[in-house]
């Protein structure tokens, strides 16, 4: 039993290239979201979904998309990255009242 | 969408003594309030979470205690041990959606 996996763990871009952060989870839930994690401010919500087929913005969805590609998988892409995109992002899946389990997390540079 | 704060952002306190961490949300909806520890270059994981409908919550060392009049809720951490020492988050839910705040340091000092 994995929990929740993401890749890659590492990445640097250069500025305005693209990438697809991977997230699966074997746990059979339907919530899953994508957090950026930025010293001093602790876990900010990019996206949610709360189902195979619906995505639903968060606190800061600008320069973000996302496929929920079925029920394990929630991908998060950055189409042009910008230095202001470097963090580290979680990816976290739950059911309903119930704790987030969060992946390992991705620690992203953008030079 | 729900705005949680969280006081204090750094926490330094000797070993044995009790360490406090308090938070605020902002709307009366959310009903599901998880506190996660993290420690350098790990993932936050759940430590004791409290549901709407109870005030208090008590693990071991650990206690959460919610007061949704004044929506407030505060972790209580007794006899604190230096591996205590790590970052704490308290959340919100809010339809399901986690509302972090913005984290507290805590030092434990032997």
């Known amino acids: 039993n994995a929990g929740v996996t993401q890749t890659p763990k590492f990445q640097v871009l250069k500025t305005g290239q693209s990438m697809t952060l991977q997230c699966a989870q074997d746990?059979?839930?339907?919530?899953m979201y994508w957090y950026r994690q930025d010293p001093g401010m602790g876990l900010r919500l990019i996206y949610y979904?709360?189902?195979?087929?619906?995505?639903d913005k968060g606190e800061v969805p600008n320069g973000y998309n996302v496929s929920r590609l079925n029920k394990r998988e929630f991908s998060l892409r950055l189409e042009s990255a910008a230095p202001s995109q470097t963090s580290v992002y979680f990816c976290?899946?739950?059911?309903?009242?119930?704790?987030?389990?969060f992946g390992q997390g991705t620690r992203l540079t953008v030079v | 969408g729900e705005n949680v704060e969280q006081h204090p952002s750094t926490l330094s306190v000797q070993e044995g003594d009790s360490a406090v961490i308090k938070c605020t949300y902002s709307?009366?909806?959310?009903?599901?309030f998880p506190w996660y520890k993290q420690e350098l270059g790990k993932r936050p994981q759940l430590i004791i979470d409290?549901?709407?409908?109870?005030g208090e919550k008590k693990d071991q060392r650990i206690a959460v205690t919610l007061n949704k009049t004044a929506k407030h809720f505060s972790l209580h951490i007794t006899e604190t041990q230096p591996e205590d020492s790590a970052v704490y988050f308290c959340?919100?839910?809010?339809?399901?959606?986690?509302?972090f705040g913005s984290g507290t340091k805590l030092n434990v000092k032997p």
């Open positions: 976290a899946s739950s059911e309903a009242l119930n704790e987030a389990f």
């Open positions: 746990m059979n839930h339907n919530s």
């Open positions: 979904s709360a189902s195979e087929g619906t995505t």
């Open positions: 709307d009366s909806a959310s009903n599901y």
């Open positions: 409290i549901r709407s409908n109870v």
């Open positions: 959340a919100a839910s809010f339809f399901n959606k986690f509302y």
